[in-house]
């Protein structure tokens, strides 16, 4: 699997189609967005590990679920740090947090930066460094989190702000969507070469039961609709949903025409 300078980053799957991260060093794990705990629990007993924080993105069930129930299992409850956004309703929360904010991982040595990245939720974070970003329901491969509680002017933002980060970090999101995205996206882009590309290198992966995640920014601008609100063949899409839609329609219009039709697709 994936690992930057210092530590290793695993899928732990949950429910249908989430992924759990636990990120470590070996010795020592944080997970981000446990919605369910059984799951983690075996995951770190399995490995031997210790958990020294709990990392939240958003308030939704399937990202914090397991947060208490981890805290009791573990008899780690004000113990540990438990991060999250600020502007949301976390179970057990220690450290509130908001755009700019930093965060060093206790014993793992990793240190992240928050982004706000509203739409999905309307106090959504994201956390970035050490080359990954986990963005729980906001920038999903190839596909992007449907807007909850916020606007589609609120998501474009957000969404520009992953846009900027270095093409070769990698994206850790919170769902197994890609396929489904990837078809989404074949409709909206059929001449992507590189969505073809990624499609059968999907698949594949998909054919034998592994994770298409972390993918890279590098590959979501390339590939992902939802980010490219910018491209010729996406506005002409999106100006057949919408006709006021031309090349000069800003970033929010694109991206919400995209949004509706794959919210019916
Ligand atoms: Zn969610
Ligand atoms: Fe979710």
Not at 41 to 67: M, P, Q
Request: with cysteine; aromatic share 10%.
């Amino acid at each position: 699997m994936p690992s930057s300078t210092a530590v290793s980053v695993y899928p732990v799957p949950a429910f249908q189609d989430n992924y759990l991260w636990v990120i470590h060093n070996g010795q020592y794990a944080a997970v981000v967005d446990p919605g369910d705990h059984a799951p983690v629990l075996e995951y770190l007993r399995a490995n031997f590990l210790e958990l020294t924080a709990i990392i939240c993105t958003h308030h939704h069930a399937d990202h914090v679920g397991g947060v208490e129930p981890l805290l009791e299992a573990l008899k780690l409850r004000e113990k540990i740090p438990v991060y999250g956004p600020a502007s949301e309703r976390i179970p057990a929360r220690t450290h509130a947090l908001r755009e700019g904010d930093q965060i060093t991982v206790p014993f793992l040595d990793v240190t992240f930066t928050v982004l706000d990245v509203p739409g999905h939720t309307a106090g959504h974070i994201a956390y970035f460094g050490e080359g990954l970003l986990f963005c729980g329901d906001t920038l999903f491969a190839c596909g992007c989190g449907r807007l909850f509680e916020g606007t589609a002017e609120q998501m474009t933002d957000s969404l520009s702000k992953l846009k900027r980060l270095p093409p070769e970090t990698k994206v850790f999101c919170a769902h197994e969507y890609t396929m489904a995205n990837i078809r989404f996206a074949e409709a909206v882009e059929p001449d992507n070469a590189d969505l073809k590309l990624r499609k059968a290198f999907c698949a594949a992966k998909r054919h034998r039961n592994l994770p298409t995640v972390p993918s890279t920014i590098h590959l979501e601008l390339a590939t992902n609709p939802f980010l490219r609100w910018d491209q010729p063949a996406v506005q002409a899409a999106a100006a057949r949903r919408n006709h006021g839609i031309d090349a000069n329609a800003a970033p929010a219009l694109v991206f919400g025409a995209i949004r509706e039709w794959k919210n019916n697709f």
